[in-house]
């Protein structure tokens, strides 16, 4: 992140060319002129509920008057994302307006180090599996993997976050979990990717202050939901979208509470009620 902070500052005081050239001038987008960021983190996987967060988040934009890009942070692959840039929760990062929508090569790079790839991948299926389980408890699911997200098709007898991580970290290895789609997908990927991260790069990528960041999110949804509430950008808690989260399955009773974790008296978290107009949320950030 420091030597694409330096980048980027070398880029800005460098005088542009006339005959340079970049895909999002040619097509005329340029993310990186934007002021702010709305990043729609809402963990619903209806259709319906996804209409709804889509609409909030676009109405909002367009309220803006245009210097507020948007950006959607998902559980989900490339594939099933919608307008898809992170995905697979933080494991990938994609710009759907290239002319070719692949994966970032550069942020795969960050995320890439201290990958244990194929031996976490082969350790999965035993540790992940709670007493008693079937393989098909947690089964890989070849359709959602990717290369650096290894995921797996969680049924009722899977452990929780906390005790995985436990028991791969006795092995050496060190990796973030998240279980999504409501506790029938777990993603393991890099313990340098998450949804966060993969924002604070966008931040940078974009020359875009994580304070005119706002993230919407959902009351309920994916383990690392509560990793996106707190910091320096602006948190929008969306209530009723999801009625089924994943928190059940991120720590042990005997672990720390979630309010050990964020502080939601923060003025930075902010509660909307279900039929706020998009002009409150403009107001909000």
């Known amino acids: 992140m ?60 367009a309220a803006a008057g245009g210097p507020l890009g948007c950006v959607l942070a998902t559980g989900m692959t490339v594939a099933e994302a919608v307008d898809a840039l992170v995905c697979s929760s933080g494991a990938e990062l994609c710009y759907p307006w290239k002319e070719v929508a692949a994966a970032d090569e550069e942020y795969a790079g960050h995320v890439a180090f201290r990958w244990p790839g194929e031996y976490v991948r ?48 006795m092995r050496g290895f060190r990796c973030n979990l998240v279980y999504t789609r409501a506790c029938t997908r777990l993603n393991v990927i890099p313990l340098s990717a998450s949804r966060r991260r993969a924002l604070r790069y966008l931040s940078i990528q974009w020359g875009i202050d994580l304070s005119k960041v706002a993230v919407l999110v959902s009351g309920k949804g994916d383990t690392d939901r509560e990793r996106l509430l707190p910091g320096v950008h602006r948190t929008l808690v969306l209530p009723g979208l999801v ?26 978290i902010i509660t909307l009620t279900e039929d706020q107009a998009a002009a409150d949320i403009i107001e909000a950030i």
Do not use: W
């Not at 999965?124 to 079937?134: E, S, T």
């Not at 994943?246 to 939601?264: H, I, K, T, Y």
């Open 243 to 268: 009625s089924h989260g994943s928190e059940e399955l991120l720590r042990d009773p005997d672990g720390f509470l979630a309010e050990d974790v964020v502080a939601m008296d923060s003025p930075n």
């Open 122 to 169: 082969a350790a999965m299926p035993r540790l992940g599996k709670a007493d008693g389980a079937q393989d098909a408890d947690l089964a890989v699911d070849d359709a959602a993997c990717s290369v650096h997200c290894h995921a797996y098709a969680a049924a009722s007898k899977v452990k929780k976050v906390d005790s995985i991580r436990q028991s791969l970290r």
């Open 2 to 61: 420091d030597a694409l902070r330096r980048r980027r500052a070398t880029a800005t005081d460098r005088p542009a060319t006339a005959n340079s050239s970049s895909p999002s001038r040619e097509n005329g987008h340029a993310p990186g002129r934007r002021q702010g960021l709305l990043v729609l983190a809402v963990d619903c996987y209806g259709a319906e509920q996804m209409k709804r967060a889509l609409d909030v988040a676009l109405s909002a934009a």
